[in-house]
């Protein structure tokens, strides 16, 4: 598939506003969180400044922006839908969670309600968002149940990480948010292990035989393609990438997203001062690079099954 840096960008951005954004709310609710009203709504507007940087990066991906409230009317049966509805409902939540830091809202039952709704909301979210690649059967490498999980772990584990890059930054030391950063790495990277060992053994989903029904006849190959020149199909579903590219981004994914962070948790944990919230924040940082790495493999990975029609042999 095509990797479209919007919808990239939006994954990864999004998700990770919503991770940040569902942690802090689990923190509010536990009681948890430094009393400085700074830090908590500096946190809360950076998650949303996420979620609002991917759902405008995912705009450019349409063909009719103008059209794209239309797709919040195909909530029934659409995953795209579904996800435009709960983004826009996340968006005033997220900004009364921020609000209620100043003055004595924090007191206020309102309040914890809205955290426990964001509780909800966040994590909903992301999974409708997985969604929407794991219901698609003609991509065998996304119609899997790692797609969603992995989808969660990450927003969590960038979530954590930024997270904790804030209490840092803002003096806290905070060792429970480095440890919950790690942990969610060391999950998240066995998922991803995971899903890369299912794609690499799983047996083709279809071939031009069962596409064709014309396997009781033998090998099926086509006489003349489709069409005689580039068109939609070719250039949003025939990306293809070389085995020996798809290694060495891989292993670009593991040392950015998942190895480096969590070194840099690591020495945050041990150092303190200046040291360690610049740790934490470089933490945050390269595994964002790296997690955009990881979703660009994520798409240009993936198998359309139209392209058995194309002279592909199986997907």
């Known amino acids: 598939m095509h990797p479209a840096y919007s919808v990239i960008f939006f994954t990864v951005l999004s998700g990770a506003g919503l991770g940040l954004l569902f942690l802090l709310s689990v923190m509010i609710l ?3 969180v430094p009393g400085t009203d700074l830090f908590g709504a500096s946190t809360a507007l950076i998650a949303l400044a996420l979620i609002g940087a991917g759902a405008l990066s995912s705009g450019f991906h349409l063909g009719r922006p103008e059209r794209a409230w239309r797709a919040f ?3 029934r049966s659409s995953w795209l839908s579904r996800e435009g509805v709960l983004m826009a409902a996340v968006m005033p939540f997220g900004l009364a969670l921020a609000a209620g830091w100043f003055g004595e809202d924090r007191a206020a039952p309102w309040w914890r309600v809205v955290a426990g709704i ?3 909301l ?3 979210t992301v999974w409708v968002t ?3 690649y794991a219901s698609l059967k003609p991509v065998p490498r996304w119609h899997n149940a790692w797609t969603p999980v992995a989808h969660l772990l990450f927003a969590l584990m960038s979530g954590a990480a930024i997270a904790y890059a804030c209490l840092r930054g803002f003096g806290y030391v905070a060792p429970p ?4 950063t790690l942990v969610f790495a060391v999950v998240a990277v066995a998922v991803k292990l995971g899903y890369w060992r299912h794609i690499d053994r799983a047996h083709p989903a279809a071939t031009a035989e069962t596409a064709t029904g014309l396997g009781a006849i ?4 086509p006489l003349d393609p489709p069409h005689t020149e580039e068109n939609y199909l070719l250039k949003e579903m025939g990306f293809r990438i070389a085995r020996k590219h798809a290694g060495k981004l891989r292993r670009i994914a593991l040392i950015y997203g998942f190895a480096l ?3 840099f948790v690591a020495l945050a944990l041990a150092a303190s001062g200046w040291i360690a919230a610049l740790a934490a924040i470089l933490a945050a940082v390269t595994m964002l690079g790296g997690l955009l790495v990881e979703r660009w493999l994520f798409f240009a990975e993936a198998r359309h099954t139209v392209m058995l029609y194309y002279g592909t042999d199986a997907v």
């Open 30 to 32: 536990a009681g948890h």
């Open 73 to 75: 009317s195909q909530w």
């Open 118 to 120: 964001l509780v909800v």
């Open 122 to 124: 966040c994590p909903l």
């Open 130 to 132: 997985a969604m929407i």
């Open 177 to 180: 948010g480095g440890y919950a």
């Open 218 to 221: 033998g090998k099926v190959r």
């Open 261 to 263: 962070p969590a070194a």
